[in-house]
């Protein structure tokens, strides 16, 4: 076995959202690491995911020092702006449990913890292919496709759905857990602001929405069948699909950047963590983009975990540790559990041919219940702001 060349206390394994934010709350905290990322720099930079940092996800930035160095863009509007069967219909939410929220682009959020990480003396390697070993030893070793190898006390993996290091753990110690929802989503980027922050739309042809992506461009989404592709969607077709589901024409139809059709599912793994290695973010765990969980998990994941490592550090308890995992499946499983709901319910109440007429009249009393019962859109609220 080749010697290592190096010694951190953390290796972090991936610089998304997950890895990034997880080297910035070590970093500010005088741990040592390094965050290995086999994307190039300018591939992790120009990225385009998720666009809201919600409340909870806000205050863990606020509680590290690092709100004003890290989050940008507008506050989020405590409310949803829906098109029903072409009516328009807002749904209020109490102002002061959105009041931390941000609309952020995933992009600008990494490229803020890149940026914070390097002035505040991080080391973050690009273009690094890594391999993981001995996660079950005292000293785990992660190879890096320079030659480095680093020897560290724990993994942090932050690779995402197929990285290597969920890869590392034997098939026999984890369990995937997945939920396929029978259709998909045309994601589509284009040149065209959008009037709000955010509008949905709930019709018989299928789920629409559009998010403001800055103050240029906006991501918009068509409810799909799960075998069609982007041939099956020119730009014509895109345009005019998204006016019969908004009934109403689109103030701007600009140059579409990039488009692929994606399925949406649920994913869990368990348990998160095995030897030496722990799993955060996309590595372990997936939400429907519907939710808007994504991003904000797994920057929950970064703040338990980083809780976690400075316990172990400064007081020599592994406690935290050995329950990062137990700790965090509580909370992954109380938002998919949220996620699977509201996924269904604005799928459903549109489109009656999926699940049948049945399923379809339940998810529009479930949908008509958070404009008439204040505990039912208190409840949504919550999970909305990441409180619940």
Not at 32 to 51: F, I, K, L, M, N
Not at 112 to 125: A, S, W, Y
Not at 130 to 144: A, Q
Request: charged letters at 25%; a negative charge.
């Amino acid at each position: 076995m080749s010697t290592a060349n190096e010694h951190k206390s953390i290796v972090i394994v991936g610089a998304g959202v997950s890895g990034l934010a997880l080297g910035n709350f070590l970093l500010s905290e005088g741990i040592d690491c390094v965050v290995a990322e086999r994307r190039s720099r300018e591939y992790v930079e120009q990225r385009q995911r998720a666009g809201v940092i919600d409340t909870r996800a806000a205050r863990v930035f606020r509680k590290r020092g690092l709100e004003d160095r890290v989050i940008g863009g507008a506050p989020v509007e405590p409310r949803l702006g829906f098109r029903v069967d072409g009516e328009i219909r807002q749904l209020e939410f109490a102002a002061d449990d959105h009041r931390d929220g941000r609309f952020c682009p995933q992009q600008v959020l990494v490229r803020n913890l890149i940026t914070v990480f390097e002035q505040d003396g991080g080391d973050l390697r690009f273009d690094s292919e890594v391999s993981v070993e001995d996660i079950d030893g005292e000293r785990p070793r992660v190879r890096l496709s320079d030659g480095s190898i680093i020897e560290c006390d724990f993994v942090a993996g932050c690779d995402g759905d197929r990285g290597a290091t969920r890869a590392a753990i034997p098939g026999d110690r984890i369990t995937r857990h997945s939920h396929e929802y029978g259709y998909g989503w045309l994601v589509v980027l284009a040149d065209a602001p959008g009037n709000h922050q955010a509008m949905m739309a709930i019709h018989s042809r299928g789920f629409a929405g559009q998010f403001a992506r800055g103050p240029r461009a906006s991501r918009f989404y068509l409810q799909c069948p799960l075998d069609d592709t982007t041939a099956d969607w020119p730009d014509e077709r895109i345009w005019s699909e998204l006016e019969a589901r908004f009934g109403e024409p689109l103030a701007t139809k600009g140059t579409i950047i990039e488009k692929q059709v994606v399925p949406l599912r649920s994913e869990v793994y368990s348990p998160l963590s095995h030897g030496r290695l722990h799993l955060l973010g996309d590595a372990a765990h997936i939400v429907p983009p519907m939710s808007a969980k994504g991003m904000n998990l797994a920057l929950h994941d970064a703040d338990v975990f980083a809780d976690a490592v400075v316990h172990y550090y400064k007081n020599g308890d592994p406690s935290l540790l050995d329950g990062y995992s137990a700790t965090r499946l509580r909370d992954v499983w109380n938002y998919q559990a949220f996620a699977a709901w509201w996924t269904d319910t604005v799928h459903d109440a549109g489109d009656p041919t999926h699940r049948g007429e049945f399923r379809h009249q339940v998810a529009r009393a479930d949908f008509e219940r958070l404009f008439t019962s204040s505990t039912a859109n208190r409840l949504l609220g919550e999970f909305m702001a990441g409180l619940n």
